[in-house]
């Protein structure tokens, strides 16, 4: 019976007839086989859409197929490729083998040159292979795969299959080299500009190509080909069994890709890409049986796996061997050394940079940034609020929303990848299992990993909290601003908010807003409406939220003693400096609004809902209610926040892209959950290609930059663990040769050597003279180093500083700290570190929290001043540093104090020391703050608290006493319950958690 008068067809028997007629074919001596007919040129002139594409997107790794699949995009599209046969190697072999010519082909496909060497036989089972898929594809075998195919082939030009010489090598003399060379060419030529036989498997295989071969953004193309890999080798903290054992590993067939910085390996039938190794200062090869327990074994290492590979023989295992060294070392050399304070990075010279001051500016690149992304997205982040707004006041509904833009660029076909830190829930409430679950409800294209996996990975006290965004590996931000609830801010620093959302430009209205209703929100940008929104709350009116939700919560269980508890009971907030260094940063008493977007009438937010927050009143709750307060903001002040970011654009952002990637990488490994196909392995792009700027941030000025960090095995799977953030900062400080400014959330420094080690502190103390637990308690601390040495001199060398601002709030004057959470050093106006990493212990010793930064070494200048003479200022530093001064002096717009030279006595005594102490004094006189020095013990504090305060007793003289305040500077209070012991009470859950977790 035809197939054609069955009304049904068995698609499984067919597919075992197809089986059957390969196995058929295959057994055929191809020798015999003689066709009429030709074959079919190329014609690039020809109606596929993709003759037009010059290159291959990068996109194309996350699309990878089945090696034999007929439809996949192998070449250039109208690039022809060009083979030359250059030399034959003639090896002299035992009479019972005869003598073996090996051919150097070497292959040109557009910007892409590579060689291959091969033996006549090769040639000749490469011919047999494409005369038996001549026979088959004339087949009509009835299966999809095979009818596409046919169909791929029908209608092209028929010419003359190329023949190879039938006389063999042994009967040709040394003079008729030359001859078989052309005529091994001349095949190649005419069967690479038949694509019926350039796109079969076998072609691409006998090429050693690959569908990753010819993308621009992976760089020059190495050696490819197919191997047998042995399971195992990765480390894996808390796993012994890695594949080493005999018992444990087994053999499987991958294709082998190497490129410039790192290897990878895909499984031939899926096309998946199934691991990459990247290349680092650990990366060695190694050949023998010794090396790799393997008969004719290839042993590759790094700092994360051992690979072991089994080749035909022992020449061929030192040919693979000898092909990656050299192609690594003449296009990855970088990758392989030991860079500047033991970093992975090296230092990138001439490299695009810029600076933030508080998250206003920072919010708003990231969000333009994204916006402009065509491939990839990377986030990684200590906390991420799905929900915040990108772009303040709320003006353009939810169009700027962190979620709604991630979802708009992932049905745009962009690759969003975001690592969370998976916290303990008991100890930390920032619910990142909430913020996974809604960034990975919003498109297939977002993929979220938490990490790490506490049980498996016994990992419970330290935490991720590097905080990186990097858009398609070419613009990375790098520094201490999350994307996450109560960050944003700009240099007003408010205390409170303005109401819901009414514009005017120049005092006309636009259009006929009424207030924030989630219609008029989304009329405001008419093109966002096809976006699906049920999974994206959306914002309701102010009022709607507060009638409700006004005074939300509790505030959180006290321990036994609390000190924020004896601190809040009479609305004295700020005790955070109790542990802090704060500085820098920039408010007024009651200020105009400077919003940026024109004047603002209403009740315009910046905060909604859960960003509207005071940590150190009360702890987040509800966070799947994002937009639901959860403190009573009309009586509770919001805490200001001040900090440091930056963006770095070309190979510096490759390098942040590269430690992204290492951690994804690794995570997808260890845990089990991330092995499957859908959260794909990445890949770095070169550097080669890295000048190639799609997009560029505004403002960026160029300097030598080097990407720093801390990360160790159990947060990027490394065999060593590196500090080169803490090598860094010890580095400058000690080399300074003028000043050193620091903002930091922390300031947990000088070793002891049994309960801190990391020697920031010290680093100090030594470069004015040379820090302990605290700045300043302890013969060990700095204060205490230059006490001894000094006396009351020290004063003259060193300023600790906090910030502290106020504000009316329904009538009644409030004050609040500024919460410093900057992680910055500026030295003499020409090098600057800005990051993550607090001065601490658990940020600076590379084995406890990840971390990352970056250090900006400038290399153009400005005229400046500095200590009473000229002085070439570095731009990039130099502008930070007076930001930074006008912020937090005050002088944003008042530039009739000279704040040029930070080491002249007129500056440091006469405006630096002084307004802080001046805004201190007030400070204590209209509120009575706490810290404050008069308190030494609990007894002194319980007195302190029920003296009056003049803000309640007199609000009218307060308020001019809070005239004379300019800025947020404040000095630090150094003897605040300096009598007290206060570590945990025995018993208690903090008494139980190890020292380590607080320094």
Avoid at 138 to 153: A, E, G, S
Avoid at 724 to 737: F, G, L, M, P, Q
Wanted: one cysteine or more.
């Amino acid at each position: 019976m035809s197939l054609r008068n069955k009304p049904r067809v068995n698609t499984s028997a067919l597919q075992r007839i197809a089986a059957d007629m390969s196995d058929l074919i295959g057994s055929l001596d191809s020798r015999e086989l003689h066709f009429e007919g030709e074959e079919v040129e190329y014609d690039a002139s020809s109606g596929d859409p993709r003759a037009q594409e010059e290159y291959i997107p990068f996109s194309a790794v996350y699309n990878t197929q089945g090696f034999k699949e007929p439809n996949i995009q192998t070449y250039l599209s109208g690039c022809p490729i060009k083979a030359q046969v250059l030399e034959v190697e003639r090896f002299t072999s035992t009479t019972r083998v005869p003598s073996i010519n090996l051919y150097t082909i070497e292959l040109t496909h557009g910007e892409f040159t590579w060689q291959v060497k091969r033996k006549f036989k090769h040639f000749q089972e490469f011919h047999r292979e494409l005369l038996k898929y001549k026979a088959f594809i004339r087949i009509p075998l009835p299966t999809r795969r095979h009818t596409f195919r046919r169909q791929n082939v029908k209608g092209e030009e028929p010419r003359e299959m190329p023949s190879l010489p039938r006389s063999s090598e042994n009967r040709i003399r040394e003079e008729q080299f030359f001859g078989r060379r052309k005529q091994l060419e001349d095949y190649l030529t005419k069967i690479l500009k038949m694509p019926m036989y350039r796109n079969y498997h076998a072609t691409t295989e006998f090429l050693d190509i690959s569908q990753l071969s010819f993308i621009h953004d992976l760089g020059p193309k190495g050696i490819e080909g197919m191997i047998m890999k042995r399971s195992g080798g990765h480390r894996i903290p808390g796993l012994n069994c890695c594949g080493q054992g005999r018992a444990c590993y087994r053999w499987s067939k991958r294709w082998l890709i190497v490129k410039d910085s790192f290897l990878l390996y895909m499984k031939p039938d899926s096309g998946a890409i199934a691991f990459v190794l990247l290349v680092d200062k650990e990366f060695r090869i190694k050949v023998g049986k010794k090396e790799t327990e393997t008969k004719y074994g290839l042993r590759i290492d790094n700092l994360s796996r051992t690979l072991i590979l089994k080749c035909n023989s022992y020449r061929h295992a030192r040919w693979w061997a000898g092909a990656i060294e050299e192609f690594i070392q003449k296009h990855g050399t970088n990758f392989l050394k030991d860079h500047r304070f033991g970093s992975y990075a090296a230092v990138q010279e001439n490299m695009l940079a810029k600076w933030y001051v508080n998250a206003k500016g920072y919010f708003e690149d990231v969000a333009n940034a994204m916006e402009e992304a065509k491939e990839e997205i990377f986030i990684t982040d200590w906390w991420l609020s799905p929900e915040i707004f990108l772009k303040r006041p709320v003006v353009e509904g939810n169009r700027w929303r962190l979620d709604c833009i991630l979802k708009r660029k992932a049905q745009q076909g962009v690759r969003i990848f975001i690592m969370l830190y998976k916290e303990v829930e008991l100890a930390l409430g920032i619910n990142s299992e909430y913020s996974k679950r809604t960034l990975m409800s919003l498109h297939p294209n977002i993929k979220v990993m938490r990490h790490p996996d506490h049980v498996s990975s016994s990992v419970y006290l330290w935490a991720h909290h590097e905080k990186l965004v990097i858009i398609d590996q070419s613009v990375a931000f790098v520094g201490g601003i999350d994307l996450a609830y109560g960050r944003w801010d700009d240099h007003e620093h408010r205390l409170t908010d303005v109401g819901s959302v009414k514009r005017v430009t120049s005092g006309a209205p636009l259009g006929s807003l009424p207030a924030a209703t989630s219609e008029s929100m989304e009329s405001l940008h008419p093109k966002d409406k096809n976006e699906p929104n049920k999974s994206l709350p959306i914002l309701k009116s102010a009022d709607d939220i507060d009638s409700r939700l006004k005074g939300a919560g509790k505030p959180r269980k006290p321990s036994r003693f609390s000190l924020y508890r004896q601190l809040y009971q009479r609305h004295l907030q700020d005790t955070d400096s109790v542990t802090s260094m704060d500085s820098a940063s920039n408010t007024g008493s009651i200020r105009s609004l400077q919003t940026g977007v024109g004047e603002l009438h209403g009740e315009t937010r910046f905060w909604h809902g859960k960003d509207y927050c005071n940590f150190v009143f009360k702890d987040w709750v509800q966070l799947d209610k994002p937009f639901a307060d959860f403190i009573d903001r009309y009586s509770t002040p919001r805490m200001p926040w001040h900090d440091i970011a930056s963006v770095v654009h070309g190979k510096a952002a490759r390098d942040v892209a590269r430690h992204f990637i290492q951690r994804w990488n690794f995570t997808k490994i260890m845990k089990s959950k991330y092995r499957s196909l859908s959260y794909p392995f990445l890949l770095p792009k070169s550097q080669t290609t890295a000048h190639e700027l799609r997009y560029q941030v505004p403002g960026s000025v160029h300097a030598n930059v080097q990407l720093l960090r801390s990360a160790a095995d159990w947060s990027a799977g490394i065999k060593y663990h590196e500090e080169s953030i803490h090598t860094a900062y010890v580095y400058v400080i000690e080399n300074s040769k003028h000043y050193i400014y620091v903002e930091n959330q922390f300031f947990i420094s000088c070793a002891d050597d049994k309960t801190v080690f990391n020697k920031v502190g010290d680093a100090i103390a030594q470069r004015i003279l040379k820090a302990h637990r605290t700045m300043c308690r302890g013969e060990n601390s700095i204060l205490g180093q230059l006490k001894a040495e000094l006396g009351n001199q020290w004063i003259n060398y060193i300023s600790f500083c906090g910030l502290r601002t106020h504000a009316d709030l329904e009538g009644n004057l409030v004050t609040e700290l500024i919460y410093v959470h900057s992680k910055l050093l500026i030295a003499d106006d020409n090098t600057v570190i800005i990051g993550s990493a607090n001065i601490n212990d658990r940020s600076m010793l590379g084995r406890r929290d990840s971390e990352m930064a970056i250090i900006v070494q400038d290399t153009e200048t400005v005229p400046s001043v500095m200590d009473g003479e000229e002085y070439q200022a570095g731009r990039f530093a130099h502008g930070l540093r007076l930001q930074c001064f006008r912020v937090v002096l005050g002088y944003l717009d008042d530039p009739s104090e000279d704040i040029q030279d930070p080491v002249s006595d007129k500056f440091f005594k006469e405006v630096w020391v002084s307004t802080a102490a001046r805004n201190a004094t007030i400070y204590d006189k209209v509120f009575r703050c706490l810290p404050s020095d008069e308190v030494h013990t609990l007894i002194q504090l319980r007195e302190f608290r029920n003296k009056p305060r003049l803000s309640e007793e007199d609000p009218i003289r307060a308020e001019e006493e809070l005239k004379k305040i300019r800025g947020f500077l404040v000095q630090f209070p150094f003897y605040f319950l300096s009598e007290e012991n206060l570590l945990p009470s025995v018993g208690t859950k903090e008494a139980i958690v190890p020292v380590e977790v607080w320094t």
